[in-house]
C-alpha cells in the first residue's frame, strides 16, 4: 500500500542492521558483480534509507522464494533486514492512518482523500446517486456521518408481530 505522505520521509537504519551488514559485506569484498553489493555499501555508508527504498527492499523479500543462503538475500541483510523494513512501514502507515481516523472523528472530513473541488460544468445531471450499504461497526458509521441501514427483516418481523397482536386483540374485543 503507497502512501503520499511517507514519500520524502527517511528511515534510520538501525545499529543492529548496520553490524550486521558490515559483516555480511566483509565477506564478499573480493566479490564482483554480485548482485545487492552496491545497496549494502550505500545503507552502510549513509545509514538511512528512503521510503522508495524500503519499498524495494521489502518487495524483494515479499517475492523472495530461496532458503536464505545466496548471497543476494545475505546482502540485502537477510532475516534482521526483512523484520525491521516490514515493522517500520507498517508502524509507520498505521501512525498516519491512526492520526487521519482521529482527525475524522473529531469532525475533519475526508481526511484520508487530496482536497479537490467539484466540477459542477462537466456533471451529469440525470445520474442518481444511490446511498451505499455501509460495513463495520455502527460507531465508526455514524462517527463518520456514513450511511447506515438496520436489518430490515427484524422490522419486518416487528410489524408482522403488531399485525398479529392487533388482530387477536380485536377478536378478544369482539368474545
Not at 543462503?69 to 545475505?74: A, C, G, I, P, S
Not at 515493522?87 to 481516523?101: A, F, G
Amino acid at each position: 500500500m503507497a502512501n503520499k505522505d511517507l514519500k520524502d520521509k527517511y528511515f534510520n537504519c538501525p545499529d543492529d542492521v548496520i553490524n550486521k551488514l558490515k559483516t555480511i559485506l566483509s565477506k564478499y569484498q573480493n566479490g564482483g558483480d554480485i548482485s545487492g553489493l552496491k545497496r549494502c555499501k550505500d545503507i552502510i555508508k549513509n545509514k538511512r534509507l528512503s521510503y522508495h527504498q524500503m519499498k524495494r527492499i521489502k518487495n524483494y523479500f515479499d517475492n523472495y522464494d530461496g532458503d536464505g543462503l545466496d548471497d543476494e538475500y545475505k546482502l540485502n541483510g537477510g532475516d534482521i533486514m526483512k523484520q525491521w523494513v516490514n515493522t517500520t512501514l507498517e508502524n509507520s502507515r498505521n501512525t498516519i492512518h491512526d492520526m487521519k481516523k482521529v482527525q475524522m472523528n473529531a469532525g475533519k472530513q475526508n481526511a484520508f482523500r487530496k482536497h479537490h473541488t467539484k466540477d459542477k460544468d462537466n456533471t451529469d445531471p440525470t445520474n442518481v446517486n444511490l446511498p451505499k450499504l455501509s460495513k463495520g461497526s455502527q460507531y465508526d458509521n455514524i462517527m463518520n456521518n456514513r450511511v447506515t441501514y438496520e436489518n430490515l427483516q427484524s422490522e419486518i418481523d416487528g410489524m408482522k408481530y403488531l399485525i398479529e397482536y392487533m388482530s387477536n386483540n380485536k377478536k378478544n374485543k369482539i368474545l
